[in-house]
């Protein structure tokens, strides 16, 4: 943002001009509280530069612009891709905005999950006709050549564009096969990927993105149902051959090498700027003191502090004095690398053969649906299969506020429970909320509340599951005490109040213990009132309960978390 910003006025042709000099190192050391300015137009921020003659110079003249569109450079082709129906609204602001940076005769595309989930409602609000499904005929988005977007690598170099650190960025992203044989009433998949693929050859396109980006430790393969694929075999000799076969390790790349590469080639110069930044300060952190000091003065005299000032120039110049560093104190040893099939496998189709063959790769973890409590045999025996095989990490997936109740939900959790231990096992479950993406009615938000379920009872499994972000592990003393040691105990946390299920040891023999004693001290009437209102997860006028008792009751749910 700010390298762009101030590209007419320090770049590598000027940067040590006499009267960008000064201004220009500064910039780099105070990016930080400028970015801040930017975001915001407060010049508070801006106090810690009072006594700079860059604060007026140069900081309000550049940074106190009012930008336009036309300040922009007009393209040819955007394309804007969409994820998840819940951000359409934000989605829609992007692509109407995305309009004014059209070239007169320019083209924006629309296209990903959402946009093939509600492709009307996009339409309707942005004019735009959006693409529907995947991008895997040659001719998609008006190309004239036999390139099929699909099966091309994904330019991993923008997860270096941002600050935040993906959780797979070290990882191979793609699909052995396409779409689903199954067509279940609450997944996506069938019209999203409606043609079920066998195949879809990996090989050349994990070359290709170790060439460009370097070889990446883990493979992530968001396969849909890759057990009901007729070439199962293939692909599990496939994937043998990438690297992945059990007990397989890699040695991680050169990421100074590979960056300086990049930057030589011109690929990305923005994420690969912003990446040999950050190495620049991993680099800093591992030297000694004395050597870590000479470094930064170093950085600093060629304005390498930050991405604001940086050039490519000076990083190419600095570069005899770097990179023995870097071979010094970064050292590349063997690890461990694993296959994640990441969307899950399909219970029913498991067996021993299958599972055999599974366990010839270095799963972690194997990630196995349990939807429906119906399916509780199914579940049980593909867990006992991979515990027959050697598999001992495992994930579920825990669809709840469907069709099931409370109860089943519960159920189903402490199914793995009693599995780890009787199996010596290592199973983490993920509930996951069911929300109807594509009805008009609620794919803008989530706010949909199943059959079984109320506000209450959903804020109450949010509140659990938020202190184990997200996930539900082995043991079953932390199970009891999140969960309760029975159905009846669950029920009584799914009513408590919500403060007293997040902070639970400090309320337990307290306000806890004086709102258990009081909620079922309530008679039946008063009972049936209470739960109707307390139901609703709406606490801000208790007056509207007909009962003196039940109003006291709700006191309790009125007490905040601070």
Not at 70 to 79: K, L, R, Y
Not at 246 to 256: F, H, I, Q, R, V
Request: charged content about 30%; hydrophobic content about 40%; some cysteine.
């Amino acid at each position: 943002m700010l390298e762009e910003f101030f590209a007419g006025e320090v770049d590598s042709q000027n940067l040590f001009a006499p009267e960008v000099n000064d201004a220009a190192q500064k910039f780099g050391r105070y990016e930080a509280t400028l970015l801040e300015f930017i975001r915001t137009g407060k010049t508070a921020c801006l106090d810690i530069l009072r006594e700079e003659d860059f604060y007026h110079e140069y900081a309000l003249k550049k940074l106190h612009r009012r930008f336009k569109a036309e300040d922009f450079p007009a393209f040819d082709i955007i394309c804007v891709n969409s994820l998840f129906t819940f951000y359409f609204a934000a989605t829609v602001e992007t692509i109407n905005d995305a309009k004014k940076f059209l070239a007169r005769d320019g083209k924006i595309f629309v296209g990903g999950v959402a946009a093939t989930l509600v492709p009307d409602a996009f339409e309707a609000e942005t004019g735009i006709k959006p693409h529907i499904g995947l991008l895997d005929k040659p001719d998609d988005l008006g190309k004239r050549d036999d390139v099929i977007i699909d099966t091309l690598p994904p330019d991993y170099s923008i997860l270096d564009e941002v600050d935040y650190k993906y959780p797979a960025a070290d990882a191979y992203l793609t699909y052995t096969t396409r779409g689903c044989i199954r067509k279940c009433t609450f997944c996506a998949v069938s019209k999203l990927e409606p043609e079920y693929k066998d195949h879809v050859p990996i090989f050349e396109q994990l070359k290709q993105t170790e060439e460009l980006f370097g070889a990446k430790r883990h493979l992530l393969l968001m396969d849909n149902n890759v057990l009901a694929s007729k070439q199962f075999d293939a692909i599990i000799d496939e994937i043998k051959a990438c690297g992945y076969a059990k007990g397989a390790t890699y040695t991680p790349p050169d990421e100074y090498a590979l960056t300086l590469k990049n930057l030589r080639a011109g690929f990305n110069d923005r994420a690969y700027l912003r990446k040999m930044i950050r190495l620049y300060d991993d680099l800093e952190r591992r030297l000694p003191e004395d050597k870590a000091g000479d470094f930064y003065s170093a950085r600093e005299a060629n304005f390498l502090l930050s991405v604001a000032g940086a050039s490519k120039d000076k990083i190419f110049a600095l570069d005899d004095y770097v990179r023995p560093l870097f071979d010094k104190y970064f050292k590349r040893k063997p690890l461990v690398r694993c296959v994640d099939f990441n969307q899950g496998l399909d219970a029913r189709l498991i067996d021993d053969y299958k599972m055999a063959r599974l366990a010839e790769l270095n799963i972690h973890p194997m990630r196995i649906a349990f939807d429906h409590i119906e399916q509780r045999d199914i579940y049980e025996r593909a867990i006992r299969l991979a515990a027959k095989y050697g598999v001992r990490d495992l994930s579920n997936y825990l669809l709840y506020n469907f069709l099931d109740t409370p109860a089943d939900f519960y159920e189903r959790l402490r199914i793995n429970i009693d599995l780890c231990e009787e199996l010596d096992v290592a199973i983490y479950s993920f509930p996951m909320r069911y929300c109807p993406i594509d009805d008009p009615k609620y794919f803008r938000n989530r706010d949909y509340i199943g059959r079984h379920w109320n506000k209450k009872f959903i804020r109450a499994i949010q509140a659990i599951t938020n202190a184990t972000k997200g996930k539900v592990g082995r043991g079953r003393d932390f199970f009891e005490k999140a969960f309760g040691r029975n159905l009846a105990e669950f029920r009584e946390l799914l009513y408590m109040p919500e403060t007293f299920i997040i902070y639970r040891v400090r309320y337990e023999d307290n306000l806890a213990a004086t709102w258990r004693e009081e909620f079922y001290g309530l008679n039946e009437s008063e009972r049936a009132e209470a739960e109707r209102i307390i139901e609703a997860n709406n606490f801000s006028d208790i007056t509207c309960a007909a009962s003196s008792k039940v109003r006291e009751l709700l006191r309790f749910y009125q007490v905040k978390r601070h």
